[in-house]
C-alpha cells in the first residue's frame, strides 16, 4: 500500500482538476457590491461608470442586492449591465475570474 500511495495522489489530483473544469456554476456580480443610485431618472450606475452616467443630484449608494430586489432601477448604460453581468462556466473559472 505504501508503494502506491503517490499513484493515489496522482489520481485524485486529476480528478478534482477535471471536475474543476467539468462542473458548471454561474458566476459574477456580488450582492453586496456598491452601486450609485439616482432617484430622479430610477437608475444605477457601477462605480466604475458613474463618471460617464450623467446623474442628477438625487443620488445615493446602495448595493446592487438591494437595487435588483426592488426592481424599480434600470442600468443606465451597457457599460453598467456588462459590469453586473452573471456568468456560466466552470468552477475554476468562477473561483479565478471573479
Given at each position: 500500500?505504501?508503494k ?7 489520481i485524485a489530483?486529476?480528478l ?5 473544469f ?18 430622479t431618472l430610477?437608475?444605477?450606475s457601477?462605480?466604475e461608470?458613474?463618471n ?6 438625487d443620488?445615493?449608494?446602495?448595493t446592487?442586492?438591494?437595487v ?5 432601477f434600470l442600468p443606465e ?9 452573471t ?6 473559472f468562477a473561483?479565478?475570474?471573479?
Amino acid at each position: 500500500m505504501r508503494k502506491h500511495r503517490w499513484f493515489i495522489g496522482v489520481i485524485a489530483s486529476i480528478l478534482i482538476i477535471i471536475l474543476g473544469f467539468v462542473i458548471q456554476v454561474e458566476y459574477g456580480a456580488d450582492e453586496s457590491e456598491r452601486v450609485i443610485v439616482d432617484y430622479t431618472l430610477n437608475l444605477y450606475s457601477a462605480p466604475e461608470c458613474y463618471n460617464e452616467a450623467g446623474f442628477t443630484n438625487d443620488i445615493s449608494e446602495a448595493t446592487y442586492g438591494e437595487v435588483e430586489e426592488s426592481g424599480e432601477f434600470l442600468p443606465e448604460s451597457s457599460c453598467t449591465a456588462v459590469a453586473f453581468q452573471t456568468s456560466r462556466g466552470p468552477l475554476w473559472f468562477a473561483w479565478f475570474m471573479s
